[in-house]
């Protein structure tokens, strides 16, 4: 579900969009920003994008991920980092429902940069 909004900063105008989407941990799982462990069980997930400053083509960039948590009858949104997640996800077998990862973590993970020059 994605809601696009629009936010002004400055004078500028900047287009921002959440996307949520449910995750299911089939094992309890912590992360970082957590308290403790959390319980087994379909969480819903929102990230914020905002639209890039480019002329040759439209991109988004991740500027926030929440998980929403469910506690003694209030709603609490906790900021995580949406690379922990997506690890924790990986590690509890739900690899279908993660987060994507961003191009910096692909470079992280021993991969070759791909050499955009063209050679003759």
Known sequence: MRRP?????????????????????????????LDGPEPAGTYAIHTEEEMLDTQSFVGWRQIHCAIVLHRAGATE???????????????????????PASPSVAMGRGRRPRDLTRRR
């Not at 690379?83 to 279908?96: S, T």
């Open 5 to 33: 909004a629009t936010v002004t900063t400055k004078g500028n105008v900047m287009e921002s969009r959440t996307t949520s989407k449910l995750v299911t941990f089939r094992k309890p799982f912590a992360l970082s920003s």
């Open 77 to 99: 949104y906790v900021s995580v980092d949406p690379q922990e997640l997506r690890e924790a996800l990986v590690r509890d077998g739900d690899q279908g429902t993660d987060p």
